[in-house]
């Protein structure tokens, strides 16, 4: 059902599902009666700038998590149609409500096929320490139903994934995930098969 406030817009769902969208505001609230928990975010955008939070847990309000976020969303110089993004979000770890801080880079570029690129880097407050990922998408034809993933870590963990849009609903993805810090020894050695069916 939906409904018209003022200035923005509510949409809900018997007690699952409910959304606001303003201008400048959008929050979500997803309630999973079966597994008794809930998820509730929001975001404030304010010109290239996005705030948000999101709260999570059981509905007897038990194993509540909490997360905070913002971001900086620009043009790329000289490319038609390309974008970067900053962020920087918390999340829990251990007993800390707010234990990880993670910031992030991201390029995408629309030029010819378009490809993505991106850095993280994630800060553990309770443990002081950090992991840092580098990871890369691309197309491999200009219809975007063939792409190639991967991503590496700081440890030595490479991960790299085809995916292909058999239909509208089917995507079939084949991957492989190996430790180079180990050399070439095939028990570090994993591969896997994929196919998602979007309903």
Known sequence: MRTFVSSGTFT????RFGEYVAPRFHSILNVNPVMRTFVSSGTFTYDRFRFGGEVSGKLDASGMKYA???SYTAPTPGLKGGSWMAAVKTAPAGSMMFGKIIGSVNGRSLDGRGAELAAEIEYSIPENKSHITFGGLWYMNDEKD???KSKIS???LLAV???HKLCNYLHATVGTQLDVSKGQNAENVKYG???????
């Open 68 to 70: 905070l976020g913002a």
């Open 154 to 156: 700081q440890n030595g």
């Open 146 to 148: 063939t792409a190639i």
């Open 12 to 15: 809900y769902d018997r007690f």
């Open 161 to 163: 994934a085809v995916t």
């Open 193 to 199: 098969v994929k196919i998602d069916v979007i309903a």
